[in-house]
């Protein structure tokens, strides 16, 4: 099976700006999670989708939003970016939302904001 | 979730067992120990979980001790491209929050010849 793809791998904006990146989870897999990771603040959870709904949500600012699509499919939206917005931006599918599925990671989209 | 407590850094020969130790005294009951790793700058790669019995797959063996409050993964036979950061999670298992998987700052395992 193909693993978790996120695209574009590297990305770079200014500030104001708003970007979307995209997650295709493995196959089958219908939960889609976003983390937010940077230096200072490590890996943070950001939200989960399971079945176009969200279903759980981290401590970020409403800037921050998420959907999914009906084959899975998750994109992640920031707007009006702030340099604090850099960060690895990393998805994880599992095959159901919750229980003890693992989550597979993507490798991630590398934000750099200027 | 419960919290986690790891060493910071281990430093470990080629080719011996790296022992990479995980405290989680608060666990509850129904929490599973889900060890992930990360090599620099690459997404968390998934590499194994326990509830109470001890597991083994190929990449690693977990050991949960009896009363659940700690484990300690092996990588039997560490290898250069183990150098990582090690990741200790403790996950629920109810719906709304084991999708959150809570990383602390994990083990830096450096792997020399």
């Known amino acids: 099976k193909a693993g978790v793809t996120q695209t574009p791998r590297y990305l770079i904006k200014t500030r104001g700006q708003q970007v979307t990146l995209s997650c295709s989870p493995i196959?089958?897999?219908?939960?889609v999670s976003w983390y937010q990771q940077t230096p200072g603040q490590g890996l943070q959870f950001l939200f989960e989708?399971?079945?176009?709904?969200?279903?759980n949500k981290g401590n970020f600012p409403g800037r921050f939003s998420g959907r999914q699509f009906s084959n899975s499919r998750s994109e992640m939206n920031v707007s009006t970016l702030e340099l604090g917005d850099s960060a690895l931006y990393l998805c994880?599918?599992?095959?159901?939302?919750?229980?003890?599925?693992?989550?597979?990671f993507g490798p991630g989209t590398r934000l750099t904001v200027l | 979730d419960a919290k986690t407590t790891q060493p910071t850094s281990m430093d470990c020969a080629e080719g011996r067992a790296a022992n990479l130790p995980c405290n989680h005294s608060?666990?509850?009951?129904?929490?599973?120990v889900y060890w992930y790793r990360q090599i620099h700058s690459q997404g968390p790669q998934y590499i194994i979980h326990?509830?109470?019995n001890n597991e083994t797959n190929e990449m690693a063996s977990l050991i949960i001790t009896e009363d659940r409050k700690s484990s300690t993964l092996i990588l039997p036979h560490a290898t250069l491209r183990d150098t990582a950061v090690y990741y200790c999670?403790?996950?629920?298992?109810?719906?709304?929050?084991?999708?959150?998987?809570?990383f602390g700052t994990g083990t830096r395992l450096q792997v020399t010849l």
């Open positions: 326990g509830l109470k």
């Open positions: 196959s089958g897999h219908r939960s």
């Open positions: 994880a599918s599992s095959s159901l939302a919750g229980s003890t599925d693992t989550q597979y």
């Open positions: 999670i403790v996950r629920g298992r109810d719906t709304g929050t084991a999708s959150k998987l809570t």
């Open positions: 608060t666990i509850s009951g129904n929490e599973y």
């Open positions: 989708y399971f079945s176009e709904t969200q279903r």
